[in-house]
């Protein structure tokens, strides 16, 4: 989705990706703080009827732990 022109498709693998990506992150055990000193990578997606959003902290080793998520029906 960088490309002008790029086609955009977001099928129901996507949609079930997402879903369980989104799952996953909500019964974590836990939400970590954030530490402003590394990178966040922030992950939103919309539909017709919703907002997602997913906000991770980018550890020394490349691994993201958890720091927020946000579902809003629109």
Request: hydrophobic share 40%; no cysteine.
């Amino acid at each position: 989705m960088i490309k002008k022109d790029a086609i955009y498709k977001w099928d129901k693998m996507e949609k079930d990706a997402f879903a369980h990506i989104r799952q996953a992150i909500a019964e974590a055990p836990t939400l970590y703080n954030p530490k402003f000193n590394k990178d966040f990578m922030l992950y939103t997606i919309t539909y017709d009827t919703s907002l997602n959003v997913i906000v991770t902290r980018k550890e020394d080793q490349d691994n993201e732990q958890p720091i927020s998520f946000m579902s809003v029906g629109l």
